[in-house]
């Protein structure tokens, strides 16, 4: 005969998010896009379409952006005086990880397509992409400023 089994306690510590500043718990998790070696964040909208290497390209994966059994996401858009529209993005990855860069390329194509379907009158070089903020799971806002 074995030894008697000895009871086990387990010990329970709240899991941090996958991903995002674990000092600030109680807001939504964003996802940043940032030029590799760059100083500061965002990359132009010139930048995002010429597939520009970014920093921690593959730090992402399909579970932490909520991609659906489809393979996308939605991205809200939107510009101050003009109607938000919502796109439907393909997230293409490897291994279980995002390929942040082809993400980046086709929110911009869908940036650049919601500026022209609006008729905004701004120079596209002036449009930096800051970051995006999950909204609901799955769907992400997209968060643009001007340079």
Excluded at 7 to 19: E, I, N, Q
Excluded at 78 to 101: F, K, T
């Amino acid at each position: 005969m074995g030894r008697p089994r000895r009871s086990t306690s387990v010990s329970y510590s709240p899991r941090l998010p996958a991903f995002g500043d674990p000092f600030r718990r109680n807001s939504p998790p964003q996802v940043k896009f940032k030029r590799k070696g760059a100083f500061r964040g965002g990359i132009t909208l010139g930048e995002a379409q010429a597939n520009v290497r970014l920093a921690g390209y593959d730090s992402y994966t399909f579970n932490d952006l909520g991609v659906d059994h489809r393979g996308k996401i939605y991205v809200k858009i939107s510009w101050p005086g003009y109607s938000p529209l919502n796109y439907e993005i393909p997230v293409d990855g490897y291994g279980g990880l995002v390929d942040l860069q082809s993400l980046t390329r086709r929110i911009g194509r869908a940036v650049a397509h919601y500026l022209q379907a609006n008729i905004i009158p701004i120079p596209w070089d002036r449009i930096e992409l800051s970051h995006m903020e999950e909204v609901n799971m799955g769907t992400w806002h997209l968060k643009m400023t001007t340079n």
